[in-house]
């Protein structure tokens, strides 16, 4: 930025030179003075004496100007404010953009951060349950959540785009979050008891025999203490995919990138 400011007033002080071999209007009269002159005079001498007279009635060039005083001077120092103030608004800029990526930068270190993973249940077996984590550093205020579940194939790649949540979960009235502070989704879920009339499917599970990934995934939006440009809570939302590994008895992070973005 500050090359293309130094650039441009270079350009004009070059443009500003280089019109100096035009004629000053001021001195119009003297060369008008001059060709009035010219028919007169008989003399070959003369002729050559007034035709050095009308050359000589030929404005100075302009940057002579430039350092005569007091006019010259005065345009310099004209001159030299108008860069400084250029100058001094291009640092203003710069120093204004670098305190607001700061600023930004605090904003996010300190932001809560809401994480999901599915956790295996303490007593009851083959059962899970969400848990949901602000891993942040400030609280975090939960807004509304939902939790889906999907038969897919062939792959979890084949997830319908963009995400469809219709199930929403449970909210506590205690939505506040501080930091490290969890909440447990229950009821539990059993991911080998299910009843998979009732699971939704997508993609084409033609293509391997009827085989496909059973997918657990879902949003939750909260909002931090940070407020946006117009004095509201700023609003952030993460999405999980899971994938259940029935051979593994686990569950693995799968699925579109669009099924897995935090904001």
Not at 8 to 32: E, F
Not at 241 to 252: A, E, G, L, N
Request: aromatic fraction near 10%.
């Amino acid at each position: 930025m500050k090359l293309l400011v130094l650039a441009a007033i270079a350009a004009a002080l070059i443009a500003a030179i280089g019109m100096s071999c035009y004629t000053d209007p001021c001195n119009q009269p003297k060369q008008n003075d001059a060709q009035k002159i010219l028919p007169s005079v008989i003399s070959p001498t003369g002729i050559s004496h007034t035709s050095q007279n009308a050359a000589d009635a030929k404005c100075s060039p302009c940057w002579k100007k430039l350092v005569t005083w007091p006019e010259g001077i005065t345009a310099l120092a004209i001159i030299l404010i108008l860069f400084a103030i250029v100058w001094q608004a291009v640092e203003t800029g710069n120093t204004a953009e670098a305190a607001l990526l700061s600023a930004q930068a605090v904003i996010n270190a300190e932001r809560p951060w809401m994480t999901i993973t599915i956790e295996p249940h303490p007593t009851l077996e083959g059962s899970y349950f969400y848990k949901i984590t602000n891993k942040g550093r400030t609280p975090a205020t939960i807004v509304e959540a939902y939790r889906e579940i999907e038969y897919v194939a062939p792959t979890p790649d084949s997830l319908p785009i963009p995400p469809h949540y219709s199930s929403p979960m449970y909210v506590p009235p205690d939505n506040l979050r501080v930091t490290g502070e969890a909440w447990d989704d229950h009821p539990q879920f059993k991911p080998e008891g299910m009843d998979m009339q009732n699971v939704r499917r997508s993609g084409d599970h033609s293509q391997v025999g009827g085989m496909g990934s059973l997918c657990f995934y879902g949003q939750i939006t909260y909002t931090d203490a940070f407020p946006d440009r117009n004095g509201k809570p700023t609003s952030h939302y993460t999405r999980w995919c899971y994938v259940y590994d029935v051979f593994q008895k686990r569950f693995s992070p799968s699925g579109p990138r669009e099924y897995r973005e935090k904001t």
